[in-house]
């Protein structure tokens, strides 16, 4: 089992910048990805970052270069750090755990769109 909660969700004008925390615990194992998720109002969940256990990551084209996810090891905590902000950013954001026992590498791009545990979610609203 693994558990994720959430926290740095807001409010914050277009342009601006936000980070996101998801305080990881219970048994991940060593191979694992991990990824963003986000929801925005009318919309399915989507995934938009993901970080392999070994580091290596993936983004989609609507955060590319604004967005960056990282991992803290030490502090078993999920990061995204979120600049220039936009209205369409706006959104419930998701921590996802995803791990397949049995495989030795997971790459981050699998966490765009597979996830066996979630967070709880913490609401981003950007505003103009």
């Known amino acids: 089992q693994v558990q994720l909660v959430e926290s740095g969700g807001g409010s914050v004008q277009a342009g601006g910048s936000l980070r996101l925390s998801c305080k990881v615990s219970?048994?991940?194992?060593?191979?694992?990805?991990m990824g963003w998720f986000r929801q925005a109002p009318g919309k399915e969940r989507a995934g938009i970052a993901g970080i392999s256990s070994y580091g290596g990551t993936t983004y989609t084209d609507s955060v590319k270069g604004r967005f960056t996810i990282s991992k803290d090891n030490a502090n078993n905590t999920l990061y995204l750090q979120m600049n220039s902000l936009k209205p369409e950013d706006t959104g419930t954001y998701y921590c996802a755990f995803f791990s397949a026992p049995g495989t030795a590498a997971i790459t981050a791009r699998v966490c765009l769109s597979n996830a066996k545990y979630w967070g709880q979610g913490t609401q981003v609203t950007v505003s103009t």
């Open positions: 219970g048994n991940t194992g060593s191979y694992y990805c």
